[in-house]
């Protein structure tokens, strides 16, 4: 089975950075995405690291250890518009390809 | 990006009744199309996994006999909530994978709100 555990709420100021761990554990993995939900909405894709290592796009970095099985979304230049729920989600290893999500973590952006 | 719709966006049917809900993918064709459910702020939970032709896979624990799923064809999935009750209330979310794009990566379609009453 899989377990993915990351923060249930975090809030930050806006301008500011802010970093969004993630943690798994999988009996086997291929890689981890990061979407970002609006609420009532449906999750919009950010990221999907393999690698170790960190991936920068834009305003927004995805740090992948495979190793320790952690993973962090780092957030820089923090706007209002950012505040949104961040899904972790790690892919099993095998083809199949369906991810489990974690509970994703609540980002309140204030002024 | 590769466009997913779902149909309705919200219904709000009463108790006893069934309600459809469609996914399309637009500009792909989907050969894996996946049904998740979102309480609030909870996790994405999926339902089940459907290839176009074939009999969908369901997870463990959710009815099969009350969430009927189609995949008629590599652009529609459709999901029939029957008899639907209170607790079946809830945020219905598709998403579609296919030739677009890599083999891993999911594209979402807007969600449904399904409330029943």
């Known amino acids: 089975g899989q377990n993915i555990d990351q923060p249930t709420e975090m809030t930050a100021t806006e301008g500011a950075i802010v970093q969004i761990n993630c943690t798994y554990q999988?009996?086997?993995?291929?890689?981890l995405f990061w979407y970002q939900q609006h609420a009532g909405e449906a999750p919009t894709f950010l990221s999907y690291n393999v690698l170790d290592g960190l991936e920068e796009k834009g305003r927004f970095s995805s740090f992948l250890s495979r190793s320790k099985g952690y993973s962090y979304l780092l957030l820089k230049e923090l706007q209002m518009k950012d505040s949104a729920s961040y899904l972790c989600a790690a892919v099993p290893s095998g083809g199949s390809y369906i991810p489990t999500f974690g509970r994703g973590t609540s980002l309140i952006v204030h002024p | 990006g590769a466009v997913v719709s779902q149909h309705p966006s919200w219904v709000i049917c009463k108790s006893g009744t069934s309600v459809k809900i469609e996914c399309r993918s637009l500009d792909f064709q989907a050969t894996t199309m996946f049904w998740y459910r979102q309480f609030p702020k909870q996790s994405l939970m999926l339902m089940a996994t459907s290839n176009e032709g074939s009999k969908a896979t369901y997870e463990q624990g959710v009815e099969k006999d009350k969430f009927l799923i189609n995949h008629a064809s590599l652009t529609l999935s459709t999901l029939t909530v029957t008899s639907a009750h209170p607790e079946d209330s809830s945020f219905y979310i598709c998403?579609?994978?296919?030739?677009?794009?890599?083999?891993?990566?999911?594209?979402f379609g807007p969600g449904t709100r399904l409330t029943v009453t």
């Open positions: 998403s579609a994978r296919g030739e677009r794009g890599s083999s891993y990566e999911q594209y």
């Open positions: 999988t009996s086997g993995f291929n890689g």
